[in-house]
Structures are given as structure tokens and as C-alpha cells.
């Protein structure tokens, strides 16, 4: 199925921007990370990496209260770890390019901080990167976040890499307390012969129309869970008594979907996120 260039469109800007409006914000990237009480482990264009070590403190707690005003207090270890990746890896960065002391311009940033994050855990400090941030903690009282790339992309040292403190430890998050419910529902429906859609909250899709659906796991208050959370796992199950609705993945977003109408009656399209549930009870109309 051809997919629009207006809908390729918000897709992409999903992706860069994390944000902005409904379609935009809840086209999910599968890159994450899948953070546990026993282990982290990352996929990165769909290939996934565990790290050799694990967080035996516990898991975070999702109610935490994150300061930016925090003081450091592992600053000195993050430091430790940044040299010694730069040790074993130097195929990493750019040595030759320099911005203050041992400022080295980073050539491989997931790889980087994914390095630094394993470095730590190796020492019996608890570490992740959820591609936004390192985070690390060494109880369950606290934990700190680090952004260790400058805006021009060489390493940012010392204790101003802190950007949050929080209290008690943020992370890692149990997915299963912190997904309360999935939405599965249309974000855009599209007819080709100029007739007009239905609201995409009504759950109808014409025939011959093409419909855009997304899953987005929620907490309680209905607001989005983070993909660093809930991970890049989802599996779709599509239920109809006759040929209501084909289906089709939409290019690289597994928390996405195309429905094509083609004859009149209900179907279910549901999602399964971690050990969470959720359906578009749907109908085609003529």
C-alpha cells in the first residue's frame, strides 16, 4: 500500500521531534530501551545488546521527584568510566579533536554512552542509558542524570554534566506499575475519492478508505509512557469474522498500523505491551 506523503510526513517528524500534535506524538519509534530489576538491555536499529552487568539495588520509583538543581555526587565515578572507555575504545571519537580537557569529539553517541552505562555496572554501580540521558544511582534513596555530549558533540566532563537529581531513585522502571492501560484507536483516516472521513475517535472506517492506527501504552492519569519504559516489544492480533479490514505495518514503527476497509462489519485490532492489553473495536461501513 502506498502510504501518503502527508502521513510520511508526521512520521518523520515524530521521530525527530518526540512531540507536537496527536499523530505526531504517538507514532513511536522502536528504538528503546528496556530497563528491568535484574537487567538492561537496548535495542538500537533493532539489534539488541545486553550489557554485562545489572542493577542489584532495585527498581525506581515512578513518583520520584527529579531536581535540576541537584548537587553531584557520582560525577567522579561517570568521569572514571568515560576514561576507561576511551581506553578500550578509542575508535569511538575523534582524539585529534579536542575541546578542553580530554574533551574528545564522540563519533558514536549511543555507543558511547551505551559503553560508559556498562563501564559503570561493571564496577557495582547501577547505570542506563535511555537514549535521552545516563542515568546512575548506587541506592534506592537517589539518582542522578547525566548529559556527557556537548551541543557540538565533544564530551562534556565534570560535575555540570548533572542535568537532574532525584528523589527517591527514578529508574529502573517496572513497566508492569507503570502502564496502567493501551489505547489502540485511528489517528488519520484517508479516502482516495475525495469523500469525506469519519472522526478518528468514531472507530468507523469506510471502504476503499485506509486508516492509521497506533498503539500508545498510558499511565493511570492517562498520560504517555515513555518508550525507555515500556520497551520496543508490541504484538498485534487482528480479529474479523469475513474480510472487513487488511492489514499492513507501517514502515518502521512497530506501534503502528494501516487498516484498508473493504467489506461492511466489526472487527478488533488489538495490542499487547508487556502484559497490557488494549483494542480499537472497529466497523466498516459502505
Given at each position: 500500500?502506498?502510504?501518503?506523503k502527508s ?7 515524530s ?10 506524538r ?10 528491568g ?5 537496548t ?23 527529579c531536581d535540576?538543581?541537584?548537587t553531584?555526587e ?7 568510566a ?5 581506553a ?13 580537557p580530554?574533551g ?9 554512552y ?7 555496572q ?6 542506563q ?8 544511582k ?10 556527557l ?5 565533544h564530551i ?5 554534566g548533572l542535568?537532574a537529581?532525584?528523589?527517591p ?6 513497566p508492569?506499575?507503570?502502564?496502567h492501560?493501551v ?9 482516495e475519492?475525495g ?8 472507530g468507523?472506517l469506510?471502504?476503499?478508505c ?9 499511565k493511570a492519569?492517562?498520560t ?21 479490514v487488511g492489514?499492513?505495518?507501517f ?10 476497509g ?9 495490542a ?6 488494549g ?8
Amino acid at each position: 500500500m502506498r502510504i501518503p506523503k502527508s502521513l510520511l510526513f508526521v512520521f518523520l517528524a515524530s521521530v525527530a521531534c518526540g512531540g507536537g500534535p496527536e499523530t505526531a506524538r504517538e507514532a513511536v519509534p522502536e528504538s528503546s530501551v528496556v530497563a528491568g530489576p535484574s537487567r538492561f538491555r537496548t535495542s538500537s536499529e533493532g539489534a539488541p545488546v545486553e550489557l554485562p552487568a545489572f542493577c542489584a539495588v532495585g527498581t525506581g520509583d515512578p513518583g520520584a521527584h527529579c531536581d535540576q538543581d541537584g548537587t553531584p555526587e557520582l560525577w567522579l565515578a561517570v568521569d572514571a568510566a568515560i576514561d576507561e572507555l576511551v581506553a578500550k575504545r578509542p575508535e569511538l571519537f575523534n582524539l585529534d579533536r579536542v575541546v578542553g580537557p580530554k574533551g574528545y569529539y564522540v563519533l558514536a553517541p549511543d555507543e558511547f554512552y551505551l559503553g560508559v552505562a556498562a563501564a559503570l555496572q561493571a564496577k557495582g554501580i547501577c547505570a542506563q542509558y535511555d537514549f535521552r540521558v545516563l542515568q546512575v544511582k548506587n541506592s534506592q534513596a537517589r539518582s542522578e542524570q547525566y548529559d556527557l555530549i556537548l551541543p557540538n558533540g565533544h564530551i562534556r566532563r565534570g560535575p555540570v554534566g548533572l542535568t537532574a537529581s532525584c528523589a527517591p531513585a527514578s529508574f529502573p522502571l517496572d513497566p508492569a506499575v507503570v502502564i496502567h492501560h493501551v489505547r489502540v484507536a485511528f489517528y488519520a483516516i484517508q479516502c482516495e475519492d475525495g469523500r469525506t472521513p469519519p472522526r478518528n475517535g468514531e472507530g468507523i472506517l469506510p471502504t476503499d478508505c485506509s486508516g492509521y492506527v497506533t498503539a500508545t501504552p498510558k499511565k493511570a492519569d492517562d498520560t504517555d509512557v515513555h518508550k525507555s519504559v515500556h520497551g520496543p516489544a508490541i504484538v498485534w492480533e487482528l480479529e474479523q469474522t469475513g474480510n472487513q479490514v487488511g492489514i499492513e505495518e507501517f514502515p518502521a514503527v512497530a506501534f503502528n498500523r494501516v487498516l484498508r476497509g473493504r467489506d461492511p462489519g466489526t472487527f478488533r485490532l488489538c495490542a499487547t505491551v508487556q502484559t497490557h492489553r488494549g483494542c480499537l473495536e472497529g466497523e466498516v461501513t459502505p
